[in-house]
Nanobody
């Protein structure tokens, strides 16, 4: 069983910054990528960012230039540095791991980010 422990969320003012962390534990079979999605109340869950390998990254258009995803492979940890936060960034952020070997996604419980005006 894979468990994902998210941390770093909270309340910030618009224009501020937060860094989310997600540490994976348990067995993850084979090569895997890690990423973040987010969901605001009443909205769909949206893609935010993903990282494959050590530096192959992908971002949603609305976070490009503001968010940076990175990972520490040895620690099985992914980070999301969020700068210039906007109220529209307020959501529950979900960390995930995708295993290429077994074709499975594993999800964290989500962590809340609230950006005030």
């Amino acid at each position: 069983q894979v468990q994902l422990a998210e941390s770093g969320g909270g309340l910030v003012q618009a224009g501020g910054s937060l860094t989310l962390s997600c540490a994976a534990s348990g067995r993850i079979f084979g090569i895997h990528s890690m990423g973040w999605e987010r969901q605001a109340p009443g909205n769909d869950r949206d893609f935010v960012a993903r990282i494959q390998g050590s530096d192959n990254t992908d971002y949603a258009d609305y976070v490009k230039g503001r968010f940076t995803i990175s990972r520490d492979i040895a620690k099985n940890t992914v980070y999301l540095q969020m700068n210039s936060l906007r109220p529209e960034d307020s959501a529950v952020y979900y960390c995930n791991v995708y295993s290429y070997a077994d074709g499975r996604y594993y999800w964290g419980d989500g962590i809340s980010v609230t950006v005030s005006s």
